[in-house]
């Protein structure tokens, strides 16, 4: 319960502003961009929107001494329900810590504040020739904060992996308040516990980061952008597969089946042969251009043998931009085809890709259930999409079936629950199976050490029978 008092005595650190309690502030922020339809909807008692470190530090002291949850928030872009404050209290939106603090070009590295949006960091170093490759769709609005948070992906992470894989350090302000520096530029440091991975993809429940160092890389010098249309979803599956065998490391792949081109095509002029199933859209890119040319010359046989319709390379920048606005504009678009929604994010190892679709494709074939397939194939991650009416009772039953098997045989193929958009809310139920209760405990006990009165987050990754605990 947040009083009048302590809500003044929040003011006083951020400013009359900058603490908001209207009924429309507070709806404006009790959601994110999951598919879930919470009603009555979650909403916070009070919205900071801190400026500072000290000043998040300052309030989460307040937070703790009075057992208040707080939800910390980027641009709610996630996925998952991560920023929604299920148990009420505070949403901590880092929306206006938004600087940058160095761009380090000779050790190549960028030091920034947790609101600074994906998208600027790598405008920014690209100005200077480096390369910051985590690319989710959403990165011109998602926060690097909620990034961290998520361990996000994006298209590019096929040849240079995740958020994960660039994050140096971190400033991290824990539950009670206190501040922690984690890592840093050096690039060997094995002192003590590597909090800074542990921080990652911690969801906003062991701490809130406040400042993040990310590693760079040169960018690339030459890139060539592929589109290729089949007459098989299977077809586009084995391309992918079969390319990666052949030694293409391309820098992004990306597939969609048929469902999504008639989504796109009702959003943006974009035409395709009449008998495509199935579409790849491709990038290789590196320092030789000669190089490049050769890796696209295999993607193009490979494709060849797998039935391809169409091949359409992108002859400037410009029209390479065009291609991935496709992809980046495709999860909207595929949301319009329905009234209803239900997404996954699994993820499976590369071998069983096309193993994977096909299953996918005998479940929706099963529930009779419409579904779109797209996701990363390059690296293994798909966004399988339920196209639904759940105000239907037995529309929803069968969705909740078809999803359950979806995770089942994600899981019989060594794959995970989540590849790059969290647990949140929407797959705690699923995480037993994923990680056995041994597993489930640890997470349990590592909340437990960081966190003891459980008020970061309450009720997400795993579900919880109790509210905040302490
Ligand atoms: C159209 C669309 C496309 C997308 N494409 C991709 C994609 O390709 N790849 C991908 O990985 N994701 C994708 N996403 C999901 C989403 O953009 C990512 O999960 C992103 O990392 C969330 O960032 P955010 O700033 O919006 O965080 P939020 O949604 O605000 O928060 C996400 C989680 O992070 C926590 N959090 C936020 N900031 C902090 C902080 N400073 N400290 C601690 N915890 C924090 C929150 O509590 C919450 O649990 C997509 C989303 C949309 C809407």
């Known amino acids: 319960m947040i009083t009048p008092e ?3 005595e929040i003011r006083q650190i951020v400013g009359q502003d900058y603490a908001l309690d209207s009924a429309l502030d507070l709806f404006g922020y009790s959601y994110d961009s999951s598919f879930l339809a919470l009603f009555p909807p979650s909403l916070p008692e009070l919205v900071v929107r801190p400026r500072t470190t000290e000043e998040v530090a300052q309030v989460m002291k307040i937070a703790y001494a009075n057992s208040i949850p707080v939800t910390a928030r980027g641009a709610a872009s996630g996925r998952t329900g991560g920023s929604v404050p299920l148990r009420g209290g505070i949403v901590m939106c880092l929306e206006r810590m938004t600087s940058v603090i160095e761009l380090d070009e000779k050790n190549m590295m960028i030091t920034v504040e947790a609101g600074v ?5 790598y405008n920014l170093c690209a100005q200077k020739g480096l390369f910051y490759p985590p690319d989710p769709a959403s990165f011109k609005i998602s926060t690097i904060g909620g990034n961290i948070a998520e361990d996000a992906g994006g298209m590019r992470a096929v040849k240079y992996g995740v958020t994960h894989n660039f994050v140096m350090g971190l400033e991290v302000v824990l539950a009670d308040g206190r501040v922690i520096k984690t890592g ?36 690339p010098k030459h890139r060539t952008t592929l589109l290729l249309m089949f007459e098989s979803l299977d077809g586009a599956c084995s391309t992918i597969h079969q390319m990666l065998q052949a030694g293409v490391v391309p820098a992004a792949a990306e597939l ?49 043998d797998n039935g391809v319709l169409e091949v359409r390379t992108a002859k400037s920048a410009q029209e390479a931009d065009e291609l991935w606005g496709v992809r980046r504009a495709l999860s909207p678009a595929v949301g319009a085809l329905a009234p209803d929604r239900v997404s996954e994010d699994i993820s499976v190892p590369r071998n069983e ?7 996918i494709s005998a479940i929706a074939g099963k529930y009779k259930l419409n579904f779109a397939v797209y ?22 039953e069968v969705v909740h079936k078809a999803v359950d098997e979806i995770f089942a045989e994600t899981l019989k193929l060594g794959g995970t629950l989540s590849g790059e958009h969290g647990i949140g809310i929407t797959k705690q139920n699923y995480l037993k199976n994923a990680l056995g209760e041994d597993g489930v405990a640890v997470l349990k006990a590592i909340k437990m050490a960081l966190d003891p009165k459980g008020i970061l987050n309450p009720g997400k990754v795993w579900a919880e029978e109790g509210k905040i605990h302490g």
């Open 6 to 8: 302590i809500v003044q």
């Open 117 to 121: 949006r994906t998208g600027d960091i």
């Open 184 to 219: 840093g530029k050096s690039i060997k440091n094995v002192t003590g516990y590597n909090l800074t991975q542990l921080f990652v993809g911690s969801e906003g429940t062991l701490g809130i980061v406040t400042k993040a160092v990310l590693r760079l890389l040169p960018m």
């Open 256 to 304: 969609m089946d048929g469902k999504c081109l008639v989504a796109i095509a009702r959003n943006r002029p974009f035409e395709y042969p009449a008998a495509a199933q199935a579409c790849i859209i491709t990038e290789v890119d590196g320092a030789e251009q000669a190089d490049i040319l050769k890796q696209a010359e295999v993607i193009e046989k490979i494709a060849a």
């Open 353 to 359: 890709f096309p193993e994977i679709v096909r299953r």
């Open 375 to 396: 996701g990363h194939a390059g690296d293994g991650n798909l966004h399988p999409s339920i196209l639904c009416d759940l105000s239907d009772p037995r529309q929803a």
